[in-house]
């Protein structure tokens, strides 16, 4: 079943390889549409 909660979160840990400095992490989420994306790799999938 599909889980949104943990795309999220894999999204985030993802992101937090690219960014490791919080500051720029929190800029770079703020640029995603995070409930777009979630739903794009639901029916992608």
Not at 24 to 42: F, G, N, P, Y
Request: some cysteine; proline content about 2%.
């Amino acid at each position: 079943m599909f889980d949104g909660r943990k795309i999220e979160s894999a999204v985030r840990e993802v992101y937090s390889f690219l960014y490791p400095d919080k500051k720029e992490r929190k800029k770079a989420l703020a640029r995603l549409d995070m409930e777009t994306l979630v739903q794009s790799i639901r029916w992608c999938g």
